[in-house]
């Protein structure tokens, strides 16, 4: 029996930072998959009219600590039978909510942590396919092998070294290396750490992306990162030391002369964590290596208000995250619509050009490209439909619509100029 298809049509196709006028894109309705045009147009069984809005790949977030309430390191040693089961329909529903900000694909990113941590938790984080939910790409394990100097908010009792040890060092913490090859696709740590810098060759052999972050590291050591097989750079400017004309520093690997093997880096253009003017450097750069990330705590997505975080209490105005009581900034919980948004304004680029940052950079960077973020025959169908402004307007998941929560974020806006 024949397969059937969909058809998108009367609309424009965004992908590799183009813009593709008055194209069609037809998907195959049995496996879920972007097809070439039927042989027979009696194949075809649904067309969806874009009524003259641009169709883009699903977003793809790559680091991002938590959304809807959910952190992605909440259990521990201490977390019984029960609470992984109430963990685990957490994730669902958190995971189905963030599908609506139009991110199809996401790295739940684990901060520093013990080893019983990483046991319980990163089996949640698979890589996925599924129809309703935000799919797991794999995990990002950020720390703990990183630097006192550039903690950032990560607890400092559970830092370790690699020395001796090395990449078996690395699995030990994470719990095995089965736990890290079924589970994990980005690990960020210092290259400076002892041991770390000769783990990374077996570590990116065994398929898993080495990023550099929360460093002390200089110019020459990033080069060694490099050399032996680190391929991106951690929210870049945050965590590292700034760069300096004599004394570029790992912001200066993003267009090294040195190699051509320039990693990709991670960009937060939330207007909190980097100023503009920053965002606006490193983007014009090397764009064909910026891929924009949220690294979100687990209060986006929830309404404004007051919520306890371990021992602290965060109050959320808006995008802005502060410790209660003080001027102390605890985070950002910008959406990444709104990043790529950001992003358009203060490079004062096009709307393709922003999305490429988080749909076919980000797949290229972890090696997803085959599968998703690009419109391209045998991707899956997993699709954003913006207008042009780049606010989401709908959603596909394998071929199946679903709601955008970005719409709301426009109406609001509207409402708020009038």
Known sequence: MSPTYTKFTNGHLIDNGQLYENADIYINNETKKISHAPSNENLITKVIDLHGQYLAPGYLDIQNNGIYGLNFSALDENST???????????????????????????????????????????????????????????????????LKKKGCHPTETFVDAKDG??????????????????????????????????IPTLTEKGIVFSIGHTMADYETGL?????????????????????????GVVGLINTPVTSNTPYFGMIADGVHVD?????????????????????????GLADGTYK?????????GDRLYLKGTDTLAGAATTLPQCVRNLMKWSEISLPEAVKTCTNNAAVSIGVQNERGFLNVGCDADFVVLNKEGYVQKIFKLGQEVQSSDIIVENSKLLASL
């Open 81 to 147: 039978p029960e609470d992984i089961a109430l963990f685990a329909q957490f994730y669902k529903d958190a995971m189905k909510k963030y599908l609506s900000t139009g991110v199809t694909g996401i790295c739940p990113t684990v901060t520093s942590n013990f080893p019983e941590v990483y046991k319980k938790v990163l089996k949640f984080y698979k890589k996925s396919r599924l129809s309703n939910q935000s799919d797991s790409l794999g995990a990002h394990l950020e720390g703990p092998f990183i630097n």
């Open 166 to 199: 090395e990449a078996k060092k690395l699995f030990d913490i994470y719990g095995g290396e089965l736990n890290v090859l079924n589970n994990v696709c980005i690990i960020t740590a210092a290259p400076e750490i002892p041991g770390v810098l000769e783990a």
């Open 224 to 248: 060694k990162a490099i050399e032996n097989g680190a391929t991106m750079i951690t929210h870049l400017y945050n965590a590292m030391p700034q760069p300096h004309h004599r004394n570029a």
């Open 276 to 300: 503009a003017s920053m965002i606006n450097l490193a983007y014009k750069s090397n764009p064909e290596k910026c891929v924009l990330v949220t690294d979100a705590m687990h209060l986006i």
């Open 309 to 317: 975080w371990d021992q602290q209490y965060i109050v959320k105005t």
